[in-house]
């Protein structure tokens, strides 16, 4: 039962010709329902047949006779009939449909075949949001299919699940389990279909085509949400970064995931997403439920940028865990580089005394610290600390950190286990495996079956108890190999599907999590799986912020910064400065361009610090404290992306991120080179007030003069940026508005 609101959005129906306020209306004649954002109506309604048809997606509607009545569409041919072309909201496998599927079922008895019909509907509120949930019910089966939509008004987004209830005696086979089917209206003009793909070190790179007749599949079939494609999609009609249609979505799902975007040759285009059925199935026993992933969607008139800050705003209002989501994001010191599996309590104090010398906030050990850890062949799993490197435990080092004035971080790897642990000796049928195949390593590592209990009791307990004996404000969440050999002997000889995996591994991690954060509330938590390959909002809902990618070289995190901010804010992407490039003595990329890609996101620093020069280390402690100056902007300011480093082959890039109000901003450019020694255009500017008048001023150069423009001027006529001539120029300018 969806809970009930004091507010009126739900209390009174709407005449015909009363014009439409923000929320969720049913039409007063008719089995149909509005769901109203700030800029866009989504519609649905019930045929006679019974079956929920969705009417219209897109920009803003004012009255219930905008919409038509729901109708099946007349049958075409006998190659196209009137099912196969209807645009059901949630269509299941059975009869004569041929298109874009969202669950597939077999029941006790082997029909494979599902007949799903309007049963009930109600309006209420879910998670602080306005809610409609529309209940479906197979014509025969005692199956129940509960489609939830929750509203997000002000940003324009549509959140959608389905929650599956057996309602019999006889178990029911789920082996198609998707969150959504959205339908985009059709239209003669074609389409063009923007995604995300990459590979390890490479991750979240723009992707760009047009959509033909077909249909083009993402996925991740690793458990994991993984580092060759991200779960988010947007489709636009001639559109740029600052104007034009676009539709979006992403799955907040952390586990194997699927994104079918499949188009008729007339123009008709669905999306279906969800968890991917690939060696998928899930037993839903008698009187047991299955609720799906949150699919989230929605539409823009604003161009990409539009995307970048509805889903931000999301992110941040929506998702992330709240307490944490009010402070800012501290800068780290990850010590990685520095010592990598050389850890001893002097040397993180020499470290430590380094950073918290440059204004660092947060000091993180890394790999290293627990038993047998010399290399990467031995000691996970065993979640203790080590005895010869550290022989007084962690309390020392934690205690010499926070007397330098900052937080202490841990790194763990909880998910994995090596062959040489103290934990796979006592327990080898922990990990996924076959009984007759080899288990295979990978980074010498095996994968621990976390969906089993007394795994993640295990995992609960030692980590809680980490937590508990030692004052540790953050841990850093590693992931760094695919599952494989998926079997899980113990439960199939119970008679469960050992395809359920996938699924309960995702559950599992998300149950370890929660409990860690219930218990430790003041506890950041960072996700990384070799990468970015676990940075989906199913996972921001319990932890803080995601490692982006382990390429922290200037020229690449260029390229995957522009692709994950279409999804996550500032505060949410580590962005660290490092000793890489490797060769930095032949191909020097300045320490101000190094720091200013970085400062796009939530600043870390990565390098060896007892290296650097003395030059150098002056030269981070005043960017540090500049960036510490304006990260309410690049944390949580409103992202428009002025230049491409896409479109300009990485030798170009300007963003900005604005204060809500438009009030201040702050504008990071670059220019990775400059052959022919040619001036920029002016570059114009979005996000302020045009009667404002504003003063920018060039941040980290003293001897820049400061100069008063309009809004106006700013963003139409555009502003001359002051970047030097040469290669890896760049330029960091603070604009706020007059007194």
Not at 435 to 445: F, G, H, L
Request: net charge negative; proline share 5%; glycine share 8%.
């Amino acid at each position: 039962m969806l809970e009930q609101s004091a507010t009126s959005w739900h209390q009174k129906t709407p005449g015909a010709s009363d014009i439409l306020t923000t929320g969720i209306h049913q039409q007063p004649t008719q089995r149909s329902w509005l769901l109203v954002t700030e800029n866009s109506t989504y519609a649905l309604g019930v045929t006679e047949e019974e079956y929920v048809l969705n009417l219209y997606w897109g920009a803003r509607l004012s009255f219930f006779s905008d919409i038509p009545a729901a109708s099946m569409p007349p049958d075409r041919s006998s190659q196209d009939v009137s099912l196969a072309l209807a645009p059901e909201e949630y269509p299941a496998f059975g009869g004569l449909r041929f298109g874009e599927l969202a669950a597939k079922i077999t029941f006790a008895d082997q029909t494979r075949d599902a007949d799903l019909r309007f049963h009930d509907a109600e309006i209420g509120e879910q998670d602080g949001l306005p809610a409609l949930r529309i209940l479906l019910q197979d014509a025969v089966y005692p199956l129940q299919v509960a489609l939830l939509y929750q509203v997000d008004v002000a940003n324009d987004v549509i959140i959608r699940s389905a929650c599956f209830t057996n309602q019999g005696a006889d178990p029911i086979v789920l082996e198609r389990l998707f969150s959504a089917v959205w339908h985009l209206p059709r239209q003669v003009m074609p389409r063009r279909l923007t995604t995300l793909g990459g590979h390890w070190a490479g991750e979240s790179r723009l992707q760009q085509q047009q959509v033909v007749t077909g249909t083009t599949l993402l996925e991740s079939r690793k458990g994991v949400t993984g580092s060759h494609a991200y779960p988010w999609f947007a489709l636009d009609t001639q559109a740029n970064e600052q104007q034009g249609e676009v539709y979006f979505g992403t799955l907040a799902w952390s586990g194997n995931w699927a994104l079918r975007i499949a188009t008729t040759i007339t123009g008709a285009t669905a999306i279906g997403g969800g968890i991917h059925e690939h060696d998928f199935a899930w037993t839903l026993a008698a009187q047991t439920s299955f609720t799906t992933p949150d699919f989230v969607a929605g539409f823009t008139l604003d161009g990409m940028n539009g995307v970048r800050r509805r889903l931000h705003r999301y992110v941040r209002e929506q998702v992330l865990p709240q307490k944490q989501a009010s402070q800012p994001r501290p800068v780290l010191y990850n010590s990685w580089e520095a010592t990598t599996f050389d850890v001893t309590e002097e040397g993180q104090c020499l470290l430590a005394e380094r950073a918290a010398g440059l204004g660092v906030e947060l000091f993180v050990v890394d790999d290293g610290w627990f038993p047998g850890r010399v290399h990467d062949r031995a000691g996970l799993g065993d979640w203790r600390v080590d005895p010869q490197k550290f022989p007084h435990g962690l309390r020392p080092l934690i205690e010499r950190v926070k007397t330098l004035g900052m937080q202490f971080g841990l790194w763990v790897e909880p998910e994995m286990v090596n062959a040489d642990s103290d934990l796979y000796r006592l327990h080898p049928d922990w990990i996924y495996h076959f009984p007759q195949r080899p288990r295979s390593e990978a980074r010498n590592q095996l994968v621990l079956n976390v969906g089993r209990q007394d795994v993640q009791a295990y995992l609960l307990t030692v980590l809680d108890q980490l937590l508990t004996e030692n004052a540790i404000d953050f841990i850093k969440w590693d992931m760094n190999r695919p599952l494989a050999e998926p079997g899980w002997p113990e439960y199939s000889a119970r008679g469960g599907d050992a395809r359920e995996i996938w699924v309960r591994h995702t559950q599992g991690i998300y149950a370890i999590l929660d409990a860690l954060r219930a218990r430790h509330p003041d506890l950041s938590i960072e996700s990384c799986s070799s990468g970015g390959g676990r940075a989906d909002l199913g996972v921001l809902r319990r932890t803080d912020q995601v490692w982006a990618s382990d390429n922290t070289h200037p020229d690449a995190r260029l390229f995957i910064q522009e692709g994950i901010s279409h999804i996550l804010p500032g505060r949410v992407m580590g962005a660290w400065v490092t000793d890489m490039p490797h060769d930095r003595m032949v191909n020097e990329i300045p320490v101000q361009y190094r720091f200013h890609i970085a400062m796009m996101g939530a600043l870390g620093i990565g390098g060896h610090l007892l290296h650097w020069s003395d030059e150098d280390l002056a030269e981070a402690t005043r960017w540090i404290a500049v960036y510490k100056s304006i990260r309410h902007l690049v944390q949580d300011g409103d992202q428009y992306w002025l230049l491409s480093p896409t479109a300009s082959k990485g030798d170009l890039a300007a963003v900005t991120s604005v204060a809500p109000d438009g009030s201040e901003a702050v504008l990071f450019a670059f220019r990775r080179s400059n052959p022919f020694w040619e001036p920029l255009p002016f570059l114009r500017l979005q996000g302020l007030q045009p009667a404002t008048r504003y003063r920018v001023r060039e941040l980290g150069n003293a001897s820049a003069s400061e100069i008063v423009l309009s809004g106006a001027a700013l963003m139409r006529r555009g502003l001359e940026l002051p970047l030097q001539r040469g290669s890896y120029a760049s330029c960091l300018l603070h604009i706020r508005a007059e007194a």
